[in-house]
C-alpha cells in the first residue's frame, strides 16, 4: 500500500528536508505551507497521514486538526514540535491528532510510527 502524506510546516528548509528523507523512505509526500488551503487539499486527495509542524504556528497550527479530521476522519494527524512547546503537543492530542514527534526528528522512528498510524506494520 502506497502512504500519502502531506507536511504542513512553515519552515521552508525543514519542510524540503523532511519531504526528502520521506520520499528516501518510500513515501509519497506532499509539501504545503500553512498558508495553503490544507482542507481543501484532504478533502481532493487521498491523504493517509499528516505532519503537522506546530512550532512555528503555534495555535493556528492547532487549529487546523478538526477541520482536517471532519473533511477526512481516516486521515491522522502527527504533530512535529519542539520540546519548548509541550503544551501544543498536548492540547493537539486533546484535538485528536495520533501522535507527536520532538525535533530533531528520528527519521526511522517517524516512518515507523507513520505504518502504524495506518495499520501498516514494518
Known sequence: ????????EAENRFRKNLYQCLRNKGFTVEKVTPNDDV???????????VLLGVDGLGMEGLALIRPLKATSPATEVIIINDSHHMDL??????LGAFDDFLIPLDIDSLAKRIR????QQD
Open 1 to 8: 500500500m502506497d502512504i500519502r502524506i502531506l507536511i504542513i
Open 39 to 49: 482542507v481543501a487539499i484532504v478533502a481532493r486527495e487521498n491523504v493517509d497521514v
Open 89 to 94: 503537543s498536548i492540547e493537539g492530542m486533546d
Open 116 to 119: 502504524e498510524a495506518v495499520g
